[in-house]
């Protein structure tokens, strides 16, 4: 029963998750904030999906933290999202903030840092010492994890049909 509960609320929660940001993608394309030689309208509403590798990071995380029973699994889960989310702010303020050279020199380190990150923090989560025995196998985390994955890129593309973000 646990098991089925644990996948059920976590593909819910990714469909979610994934759908929001089609859905903030599409409003960004549309209506984004644009200056003076910088745009998030149009193409430029791709950085909006540099959200995934924070939901990836903050939900594998917040996984296997609680199948290690760690009692704060969810905050520190939601601790390494808010890690990768700055890493992904900052990516996508440096064109307005400090103009497209500051975006050659730095944007594609801060992306391979997003990306490195959503594989560290889950890692990372592994060395944390278990508060006691594991509330599933194994077996049914990884299932879970995959769950994540898959749920979070079923809603993104799904509503990304739906209302795809450069309409």
Do not use: H
């Not at 050279?101 to 990372?124: E, R, S, T």
Request: without cysteine; proline residues 5%; hydrophobic residues 65%.
């Amino acid at each position: 029963m646990r098991f089925t509960r644990l996948l059920v609320t976590t593909a819910v929660l990714a469909l979610v998750a994934g759908a929001v940001i089609s859905v903030l993608a599409f409003v960004v394309a549309r209506y984004g904030p644009a200056g003076d030689g910088w745009s998030f309208r149009g193409n430029g509403a791709l950085a909006v999906y540099t959200l995934v590798p924070v939901l990836l990071a903050a939900g594998w995380t917040a996984l296997i933290l609680r199948a290690r029973s760690v009692g704060s699994w969810l905050t520190l889960g939601l601790g390494a999202g808010l890690v990768a989310l700055l890493i992904a702010l900052f990516d996508a303020l440096l064109i307005p903030l400090f103009g497209p050279g500051a975006d050659a020199a730095l944007g594609a380190v801060l992306l391979i840092a997003l990306v490195a990150w959503m594989i560290v923090a889950p890692a990372l989560a592994t060395q944390v010492p278990p508060a006691g025995s594991a509330f599933l196998s194994v077996g049914s985390n990884i299932a879970a994890g995959v769950v994540w994955l898959v749920a979070v890129l079923v809603g993104l593309v799904a509503v990304g049909f739906v209302i795809p973000a450069g309409s």
